[in-house]
């Protein structure tokens, strides 16, 4: 898998730099779990001190909630819970920074109309210049909000985790599904349309809903009819003539069907023969009898769509039943797992779909049963302490004491304090993670380690720049002395390229911007590489068509032949003239001279494929921060 | 919200999902870099032949390269049977990707002014000259991008003293002359004042198609005319105004269906040679059409009637034409001498490209595939392999980074 830009989805430079990030991050969140634990440690002193001087009483807890949490939340909050953990951890794929976006999230958008396209251009430009912040980010935030649902089981606490991951999957869902796919052609429940984020984002809304949504069978039901209807719609939707699905593959060859060709590709990722041989297997099969195959899915999509519509406890868990087996069937034998291959973000959308009509069906037929006022097991799902004098006291018939009024903190169960800091440990790894990548996004120039692993590091030199002395575009002499006192970026470009070079012209403009004030101590030097266009002319038409005129400090120098050649020899620029309409062949450098005519930095300036917008700009940040450090030494 | 009426509004959303999966259209596709590339063309003097050729990996712009090929001028045959006609070489002018294709123009004095097409990043034409059968080249650009048809460039005089017209794309079309150094050009006239001439006699004139340069000095310029039976060919005096600009272009006999496009438009040693091209599918007429009194007066050629789109051209010294037709991808040949009838060549070898020669000489198929160009020659009724010139093509070269030519 490459970007365009020469750099593979497992570039050592930039993985190397994704792993650091990622250890930096993880050191700071055990520095804020040590915090956390500090905090914890003196509540329980505070809180013992306490207890010893009150004479000692036993703390016992009051029920805040009435009933347990109910099955099918619990159900939702931890497997939701840990599927965004699974999700964090594949997300620290070595090839996530550079691999993800061209390998994932550009093609699943490329079937989807323009519109749809623009948007996830939008987030894919943010990931790609931002490549390692983006992906260490989201392993981060998605971590977080795995452990924020399985550490706040009730209350604020775990609604908000249910929000938070609700709107991250609402993000992911758009710019990195592209909607799910479900405005592209194709789209198929087998595949994983509407989005497998989509079931994330309904599962963290479940979990944020109040606990009175949950009390009656109307939450459960509404869900049923939900998924009644969206298995119905993907019915309709598999069965739609001319889409592919209906045919295997025509005997003789020809082109194969929509899920044949499907399993057919997912057989040749990079996975376990074992898995590979099923897919590969079904592919076959789905060759053979494609039309039965899909006749099969149809029907079963519409039957289990019946079912839930029906809401009926007992026909819907036949529905939850056969969807189940349906789910686990097209999650081995299509989706092949979802995650495997090396950029595979999550398990698709099978699994998630399962836990979520399964909720549905548990919020219907197992209500929470109330429990009586004070109990142990109410405090082990987290309540609020109260102390109760010890039976025959003469406080007994006093009206039980406010934990507010003792202490926000040091009022609270032990347990449930635990788990509200745990809590607020796991929105503090959601934070770790998105505080730099907003940073990140706000700037719209490029990380530097785009173009390091591209062209390598700045070499450090410091020598007497070889002395020049040519004309520029406005028939001025520019020759090094000329150029004292000022930093100088030196390179060599061909006016009649039609590739790197005015990519190059373009990223020096970007540096000029870039400098703001600064550009006024810097001149932007370049010199004539083709020995057949040699003529101002030649540099004129390669300023018009660059907009380089507007560049103050730009000079584009050429001379006769003869001293080109010398200049190019002593700045060690080769430059090979190729046959049958080739290009001009030349290094692409960029040399940094300070103002007292030393050479500092040489950088390569190989700019890479014309749409990698992302490696030109990240050239333009390090050329850009080289010339100020010798503006400003 | 009720439960029951959160359910109804769920079930919509949904409904309305699957319908709009339904009817998505399809993605748009990115353009890529490619470019319209100009025709292939053979443009003969008495120094010998030069052909454009397109080449490489067609279908990837980045890899297809337009080629100029030379074969010296002399008896075709050499006293040979069959007949040998002599070689032909590699001459594309170095130092500019050919990407964008090349152009080609050959002064009645002998100088070949060769323009290249624009490609990727760069958007204006350089050029370059040879008096000396390609042996030594001058270089120079044009401030805009060629227009992508066979005669965007026209040359006349002896060296010393040319005298140049490009027609360049900016401002949906202007004619550039020059009668100096190969990069100092100004506006003759731009594509609004030879509109207006072209209305006054009846043409709605469409885009800009050819320039050229007659034997006497008189620029000229052609566009398609939407309208009327009159060729779209204009004579360009000083200022380039709309006063400027006289209709001079041939009347086609006959029955005439628009649009009039003038497809070539050609000076050679026996006068001014025009393509006319009327009418299109079905309808589609090639008419030939020569002057050998700048332009005062015509010779057209009888109809040649074709399904067939031209898509390369070769005019011989004497003002003869072959064309080269594209009929849903069968190609096929014609030639027309200057005022004589048009005649259909025996069926093509698969692949040709261009078809050099004329009436009274031996004609060759040029048939490029890949980093080979076979030429074959029409001997005896049918054609004959006579050489496979092997061109050194830098696949690669453009547009690959990875510290490559720039």
């Known amino acids: 898998m490459n970007m365009g830009h020469g750099l593979s989805s497992n570039d050592p430079t930039v993985t190397a730099a994704f792993r650091t990030a990622l250890v930096h991050q993880f050191l700071v969140i055990l520095f804020l779990a040590a915090v956390l634990a500090i905090v914890w440690n003196s509540i329980r002193t505070v809180r013992y001190r306490r207890m010893v001087l009150a004479g000692g009483t036993e703390p016992v807890s009051a029920a805040p909630w009435p009933y347990p949490e109910p099955a099918a939340r619990r159900l939702l909050r931890i497997s939701f819970g840990l599927l965004w953990i699974l999700d964090g951890l594949l997300q620290t794929q070595s090839s996530m920074p550079l691999g993800l976006t061209s390998g994932v999230i550009t093609p699943s958008a490329s079937s989807s109309p323009s519109w749809v396209q623009h948007v996830v251009a939008s987030g894919v430009t943010i990931w790609n210049d931002h490549p390692v912040s983006a992906a260490a980010a989201t392993v981060w935030i998605q971590l977080g909000i795995g452990l924020f649902l399985l550490m706040a089981p009730r209350g604020r606490w775990s609604r908000a985790a249910g929000l938070v991951g609700a709107g991250w999957g609402l993000v992911v869902w758009v710019f990195g599904e592209g909607f799910g796919g479900v405005f592209g052609q194709g789209s198929s429940w087998l595949f994983g349309s509407p989005g497998a984020v989509l079931f994330y984002v309904a599962a963290g809304g479940l979990i944020a809903l109040a606990d009175q949504a949950w009390e009656t069978p109307r939450l459960g039901r509404a869900v049923s009819r939900i998924t009644g209807v969206f298995f119905i719609g993907m019915g309709i939707l598999e069965a739609w003539p001319g889409r592919g699905f209906w045919s295997g593959t025509p005997a003789g060859g020809g082109t194969q069907g929509t899920l044949t060709a499907m399993a057919t590709q997912m057989s040749q990722q990079s996975q376990p023969s074992v898995t590979s041989s099923w897919v590969r297997a079904f592919g076959s099969f789905d060759g053979d009898h494609g039309w039965a195959v899909n006749f099969v899915v149809v029907v079963l999509l519409l039957g289990i769509g019946a079912c839930f519509l029906t809401a009926r406890p007992r026909v819907v868990r036949v529905g939850v039943v056969a969807g189940g087996v349906l789910c686990l069937a097209a999650w081995v034998l299509v989706q092949d797992f979802g995650f495997l291959g090396g950029v595979g973000t999550d398990p698709n959308s099978m699994i998630p779909m399962a836990l979520v009509f399964t909720s549905g069906y548990l919020a219907m037929v197992k209500l929470p049963v109330r429990l009586p006022a004070t109990t142990p097991a109410a405090a082990a799902d987290g309540a609020p302490e109260v102390a109760v004098p010890p039976p025959g006291s003469p406080g007994q018939s006093a009206p039980r004491p406010d934990p507010a009024r003792r202490g926000r903190l040091t009022g609270l169960q032990p347990s449930y304090l635990l788990r509200s800091l745990a809590a607020i440990g796991a929105l503090g790894v959601v934070l770790v993670g998105a505080a730099p990548m907003a940073l990140a996004a706000t700037n719209s120039t490029a990380d530097p380690i785009l173009n390091e692993a591209v062209n390598g590091t700045p070499n450090y030199v410091d020598s007497p720049a070889p002395p020049f002395s040519l004309t520029d575009q406005n028939g001025a002499t520019v020759s090094l002395a000329s150029l004292a006192g000022h930093t100088v970026a030196l390179t060599f470009l061909d006016p009649t390229c039609t590739s790197d070079c005015p990519l190059i012209a373009q990223e020096l403009r970007v540096t000029d911007q870039l400098l703001g004030a600064d550009a006024a101590h810097v001149e932007l030097v370049a010199v004539v590489n083709n020995p057949l266009y040699t003529s101002p002319a030649a540099t004129a038409a390669f300023d018009r068509q660059e907009g380089m005129g507007h560049v103050p400090n730009w000079h584009f120098v050429t001379g006769p032949l003869a001293q080109l050649h010398q200049v190019w020899n002593t700045y060690g620029v080769e430059t090979q003239v190729t046959p049958a309409g080739g290009m001009i062949a030349h290094s692409d450098l960029v040399y940094v001279i300070d103002g007292r005519g030393h050479l500092r930095v040489v950088l390569t300036s190989d700019p890479g494929s014309q749409g990698d917008s992302a490696l030109h700009s990240s050239f333009a940040a390090i050329l850009t921060s080289q010339l100020q450090r010798l503006v400003h030494p | ?406």
């Not at chain 2, 097409?117 to 001058?138: I, K, N, R």
């Not at chain 2, 310029?221 to 006063?243: K, Q």
């Open chain 2, 1 to 406: 919200m009720t439960g029951r009426a959160a359910a109804r509004l769920a079930a919509l959303g949904v409904l309305a999902v699957t319908l709009a999966a339904c009817s998505s259209s399809p993605s748009a596709t990115g353009s890529g870099t490619s470019s319209v590339l100009p025709p292939a063309q053979v443009v003969s003097g008495a120094t010998g032949s030069w052909a454009t050729v397109v080449m490489g990996h067609l279908d990837d712009p980045l890899n297809t390269f337009g080629e100029l090929l030379y074969r010296p001028g002399g008896p075709d045959c050499l006293g040979l049977v069959p007949c040998v006609p002599p070689a032909w070489t590699l001459a594309t002018p170095a130092g500019v990707a050919s990407n964008g294709g090349l152009f080609a123009t050959l002064a009645t004095g002998g100088t070949l002014t060769v323009g290249f097409g624009v490609s990727l990043d760069l958007t204006f034409s350089p050029l370059a000259e040879t008096a000396d059968q390609g042996a030594a080249w001058s270089t120079g650009v044009l401030s805009a991008g060629l227009v992508p048809v066979t005669d965007a460039l026209a040359a006349s005089g002896a060296p010393g003293a040319p005298a140049r017209l490009a027609l360049v794309s900016t401002g949906g079309g202007q004619v550039l002359s020059s009668s100096g150094d190969l990069s100092t050009w100004a506006v003759m006239a731009r594509r609004a004042a030879v509109a207006s001439a072209a209305a006054a006699s009846g043409c709605v004139a469409g885009p800009l198609t050819a320039v050229a340069i007659a034997p006497s000095g008189v620029d000229l310029v052609a566009a398609t005319c939407g309208s009327g039976r009159r060729a779209g060919i204009f004579r360009v005096g000083s200022g380039g105004t709309a006063a400027a600009v006289t209709p001079v272009g041939p009347v086609l006999p006959g029955p005439v269906t628009a649009p009039v496009r003038v497809g070539r438009l050609v000076t050679t040693p026996a006068g001014v040679t025009a393509l006319v091209v009327a009418g299109s599918g079905r309808s589609r007429r090639l008419y030939l059409a020569t002057s050998d009194d700048d332009t005062a007066t015509w010779t057209v050629s009888a109809p040649f009637a074709t399904s067939g789109a031209v898509v390369a051209s070769s005019v011989d010294p004497t003002g003869g034409m072959v064309v080269v037709l594209d009929t849903g991808g069968h190609r096929t040949a014609a030639t027309a001498a200057r005022g004589g009838p048009w005649t259909t060549l025996p069926g093509l070898p698969a692949g040709t490209s261009i078809v050099a020669g004329g009436p009274g000489a031996v004609f060759s198929a040029l048939i490029p595939s890949g980093s080979t160009v076979t030429v074959d020659v029409l001997s005896g009724g049918s054609w004959i392999r006579n050489q496979l010139l092997a061109v050194p093509i830098q696949y690669g070269s453009t547009g690959a980074g990875g510290g490559g030519p720039t």
